[in-house]
C-alpha cells in the first residue's frame, strides 16, 4: 500500500481539518508510566520522572523483531490531553515508515458504532502485519455498558494483529485494574482470560510544550498575539496542561487576562462561536443567537438521551436538520468546521469538536432543568463531574449578597469566595434568592442560618426549605412577601400569623400545593386562581373581601394545616 493511500484512510473518520490541524500544530507527546494526578500542577517532579517522547518509542523498533514488543498498548490520558492528535500523528509516522514495505497501519475510532465491523472486514492475511490503533476505547457504547465484557471480545477479534494501540480516558477502569500493583501494565481478567497491557500515561503540557505550540499558532508577525496569548495560558492552569483547550487560545486572548476554570473557558468558547455566527447573519442576531444557543443545548440533550441506541455521542444528519428547523438554523449556512463546536463527519454524522464540549451543554441544562437533572449520570461523562463542581463555584460568586464561614467571623461579598470557603460557610445573607440560587445553596454544607433580607431562615428550618422545598414562616412578623416572588420551587409554604395583606409575589409560585395563611390582613385572594396545583390553603382569620373569592372558591380545600 503506497503512503497516499494509507493517509486516504484518515478520511474515513476524521474531516480534512481535523487531520490538517493535528499534524500542523502538533507537539511532540511525550508519556510517563505514572499517572500524573497532579494535573493542575504540571512541574511536579514526581510525575515527570520517567517522561519521553512517545512516538519514537513506537517507531524507532525493528518492527520485524517481537521479542521485544508487547501485543498490546494502551495509552491512558484526561479529556483534551490530545489522545486522538497523538494516534493521527503515530499513524502518519507509521505510514511513512511502513511505505513500501509488507506491513501496513489502520486507525479506527471506537467511538464509531461500525469501527470494529470495519475491523473485521481486514483479511486475515494482512492482519500479522497489520498494526491496529483503536481510539477512544471509553467512548464505545459497549464498554460504557460493561467494559471488561467489551475488551474481551475486542482482544479475540484482534489477536492476530501485528500490534494493538488503544487510547482511553484514565480512571476508565477500576483502580484496582488500572494500578495493577506493577508500574506501566494494566491487567484484568474476564472469566478464565487474563489480559495484560503495556500502560502508558499522556504527559500534560509543560512550560516548553506550551511555547511550542503558541510558536507554531502564531509567527513573528504575530507576536503580540503570542505573549499576551503565553501571559493567559501560564496564568490559568486549567489551559496550561489540555491541549485541547490551546486550540482555541485564540478566541480566549480576546476577552480575558485568565481564567480560573475549565467551565469559564467553555463558557467563553461556546459565546465566541455562537458571536461568530451571528455576525455572519444579516438581521434578526439576537434572536438568532439565543436559537442558535438553545439548537445546541438540545443536539447535546438528544446526543445523551439516544446515546445507547445510536451507539455513541452523534447525531444524523436527517436528525440533524429536524432540530436545526424546530430552532430556526439553517444548517446550510452553519460553519460546521474550523473553529465550530459542531463537525460532521464523513459518515454523516454530527459530533462536538470535544465530548467535554458535549458535557457542559449536559451539566448547564442539569442546574436549570430539574426533570432533566434526575436522568443524567454523571458517570457517563468523562469531566462532568468537576463542570458540575466548577459551575457551582462560579454560580456561588454570583449570589447576591455576603457571608460568613466557621472559621472566620469576617463578612465578605459572595463575589470574593474562595473554593475552598465553599463548604465553610455558616451565615448566607442574600438580597434576593431564586430556585436556582436554592441549588447553590445545597453545596454549603456548614450553612446553619439563611437571611433573605428581613427574613430569617435557621438550621432547624433550612433541610426543609434546601431538600423539601418546604418554607415555614410563621409568625415572623411578615408585612410583606416580595422576597419570595422568585423561590418557584416551592411546595408547601406557611405564612400564619403575620401582617401580610398583598399575596401578589405569590403568582409566580406554581408548584405550590400548601398554602397556611391563618391569621394575616389578606383581603383579596384572587391571585390563587392562578396557582394551578395548589390542594390544600387555609385562609381563616382573615378579612377577605367575598368579591375576590368567587374565581377560586372550590378549586381547592381550605382546611387547617
Not at 405 to 410: E, F, P, V
Not at 532 to 539: A, F, G, K, M, P
Request: proline letters at 3%; one cysteine or more; hydrophobic letters at 35%.
Amino acid at each position: 500500500m503506497s503512503l497516499q493511500e494509507t493517509k486516504n484512510g484518515l478520511y474515513a473518520y476524521y474531516t480534512k481539518y481535523e487531520i490538517k490541524r493535528a499534524l500542523k500544530y502538533y507537539v511532540p507527546t511525550h508519556c510517563q508510566n505514572i499517572a500524573p494526578t497532579l494535573e493542575n500542577n504540571p512541574d511536579n517532579q514526581f510525575a515527570f520522572v520517567t517522561r519521553q517522547l512517545l512516538i519514537p518509542f513506537f517507531i524507532n523498533r525493528n518492527i520485524k523483531d517481537s521479542m521485544y514488543r508487547d501485543k498490546f498498548y494502551i495509552i491512558l490520558a484526561e479529556a483534551g490531553m490530545g489522545k486522538t492528535t497523538f494516534m493521527l500523528n503515530l499513524y502518519t509516522k507509521y505510514a511513512e515508515k511502513l511505505a513500501d514495505t509488507d506491513y501496513q497501519i489502520k486507525i479506527f475510532p471506537l467511538s464509531f458504532p461500525n469501527a470494529m465491523e470495519q475491523v473485521e472486514k481486514i483479511p486475515k492475511a494482512e492482519r500479522p502485519n497489520t498494526i491496529l490503533l483503536l481510539d477512544a476505547f471509553d467512548e464505545d457504547s459497549d464498554a460504557i455498558k460493561a467494559h471488561q465484557k467489551r475488551l474481551h471480545y475486542i482482544l479475540q477479534k484482534v489477536a492476530d494483529f501485528k500490534e494493538v494501540v488503544f487510547t482511553c480516558r484514565t480512571q476508565f477502569f477500576p483502580r484496582e485494574e488500572e494500578e495493577s500493583g506493577e508500574t506501566g501494565l494494566l491487567k484484568f481478567k474476564y472469566k478464565e482470560n487474563t489480559y495484560q497491557f503495556r500502560k502508558l500515561y499522556l504527559s500534560p503540557f509543560n512550560e516548553e510544550d506550551i511555547k511550542t505550540y503558541l510558536k507554531k499558532n502564531y509567527s513573528f508577525l504575530n507576536i503580540l498575539k503570542r505573549k499576551k496569548a503565553e501571559k493567559i495560558v501560564l496564568h490559568s492552569p486549567n489551559l496550561m496542561v489540555r491541549p485541547m483547550l490551546l486550540r482555541y487560545i485564540d478566541d480566549l486572548i480576546k476577552s480575558r487576562d485568565n481564567y480560573s476554570s475549565t467551565y469559564q473557558i467553555y463558557t467563553e468558547l461556546i459565546a465566541k462561536w455562537i458571536e461568530r455566527e451571528v455576525q455572519r447573519r444579516g438581521t434578526n442576531k439576537e434572536k438568532y443567537r439565543r436559537d442558535l444557543y438553545k439548537f445546541s443545548r438540545e443536539v447535546a440533550i438528544d446526543m445523551y438521551t439516544h446515546r445507547k441506541r445510536r451507539g455513541g455521542f452523534v447525531i444524523t444528519d436527517d436528525e440533524l436538520k429536524v432540530l436545526a428547523e424546530q430552532n430556526n438554523v439553517d444548517l446550510g449556512t452553519l460553519e460546521l468546521k474550523t473553529r465550530a463546536l459542531l463537525h460532521m463527519n464523513t459518515l454523516h454524522q454530527c459530533t462536538f469538536a470535544h465530548k467535554s464540549i458535549l458535557e457542559y451543554f449536559l451539566v448547564t441544562e442539569a442546574f436549570y432543568n430539574l426533570q432533566f437533572a434526575k436522568q443524567l449520570d454523571l458517570s457517563d461523562l468523562e469531566q462532568g463531574e468537576q463542570l458540575r463542581k466548577e459551575m457551582f463555584f462560579e454560580k456561588a460568586k454570583s449570589l447576591f449578597g455576603r457571608y460568613k464561614t466557621y472559621d472566620s467571623g469576617k463578612s465578605k461579598d459572595f463575589v470574593n469566595i474562595k473554593p475552598a470557603e465553599l463548604e465553610k460557610i455558616k451565615h448566607a445573607a442574600l438580597l434576593k434568592i431564586d430556585a436556582h440560587d436554592v441549588q447553590v445553596l445545597r453545596t454549603f454544607k456548614s450553612l446553619g442560618l439563611l437571611q433573605i433580607n428581613d427574613i430569617q431562615i435557621d438550621v432547624d428550618q433550612l433541610d426543609q426549605f434546601l431538600y423539601q422545598n418546604h418554607l415555614d414562616l410563621s409568625a415572623k412578623g411578615l408585612t410583606q412577601i416580595s422576597d419570595l416572588q422568585f423561590l418557584t420551587n416551592l411546595e408547601k409554604l406557611d405564612l400564619s400569623n403575620n401582617q401580610i395583606t398583598d399575596l401578589t409575589p405569590l403568582k409566580n409560585l406554581k408548584r405550590l400545593k400548601q398554602l397556611n395563611l391563618y391569621s394575616n390582613k389578606v383581603k383579596d385572594i384572587s391571585i390563587l386562581s392562578e396557582l394551578s396545583n395548589l390542594e390544600e390553603v387555609n385562609i381563616q382569620e382573615n378579612p377577605i373581601d367575598p368579591h375576590t373569592s368567587g374565581n377560586v372558591s372550590g378549586s381547592y380545600a381550605e382546611v387547617a394545616l
